[in-house]
């Protein structure tokens, strides 16, 4: 059975920063791409950071430069580090195994004064 557990969401002001955590179980980690994902209220969930198996990154634009996905094969565990947080960044943030139909529950992430 695969599990994603994902943490580390909470409320920030803005320009604060956040470590999201998911780690991974019943699936062999290192196999994988991985990815984030997010959903504001009223909108549609859209990508926004990926990782393949070697290490390779990928990112929507409005995160580059503010947001690097990481990965601890040895925890499997992939982080989203978030720094310069902007109140457009609020959401439910997701991990996702890529390619596949293996979900996180979501964390929720509010940047508010």
Not at 3 to 26: K, M
Not at 78 to 105: F, H, K, R, S
Request: glycine share 12%.
């Amino acid at each position: 059975q695969v599990q994603l557990v994902e943490s580390g969401g909470g409320l920030v002001q803005p320009g604060g920063s956040l470590r999201l955590s998911c780690t991974a179980s019943g699936i062999t980690f290192s196999g994988y791409a991985m990815s984030w994902y997010r959903q504001a209220p009223g909108k549609e969930r859209e990508l926004v950071a990926s990782i393949t198996r070697a290490g390779t990154t990928n990112y929507e634009d409005s995160v580059k430069g503010r947001f690097t996905i990481s990965r601890d094969n040895a925890k499997n565990t992939v982080y989203l580090q978030m720094n310069t947080l902007e109140p457009e960044d609020t959401a439910v943030y997701y991990c996702a195994v890529w390619g596949t139909i293996y979900w996180g529950q979501g964390t929720q992430v509010t940047v508010s004064s």
